[in-house]
């Protein structure tokens, strides 16, 4: 007889989400602690929403992958180019959470007014974001270049 494989979610007031895989079906009924379940992994992920082209789409996204790599992964048609925080190809506007971009090029004031490249964001939390046209970011880039 194969041993099938049970999920568990656990969902908290606070981020991060947590999903655990056990190795049998057992598991959903006998809930020992964690360190006790041989062969369980523990995988931290957030929720983040993305908003684009009249569409608002959730994914799980670990943080150690970008929002970008994520929707890319899930079949989202969203912009992109270098994939490398230089180009600006891939702009978009954090209304809520936290993300890592500390590998982009986005200047700090840029930042601080929500602004993201989504092929270096990392979440810090869930999150909700819009994907904005590339001329609205390079407009704001370039405005505060000057400054």
Known sequence: MAASAAVATIHTTTSP??????????????????????GLRLRCSYKVAIEHEGQTTELEVDPDE??????????????HDCK???CM?????????SVDQSEGMLSEDVIERGY????VSYPKSDCHIKIIPEEELLSLQLATADD
């Open 17 to 38: 989400s947590i999903t655990l895989t056990a190795p049998n079906h057992q598991f959903a009924t006998n809930l020992r602690p964690f360190h006790l379940r041989r």
């Open 66 to 79: 970008t929002i970008l790599e994520k929707a890319l992964d899930s079949g989202m048609s969203v912009p």
């Open 84 to 86: 490398l925080g230089v």
């Open 89 to 97: 190809t891939c702009p978009a506007k954090l209304l809520s959470g």
């Open 116 to 119: 993201s490249l989504l092929c």
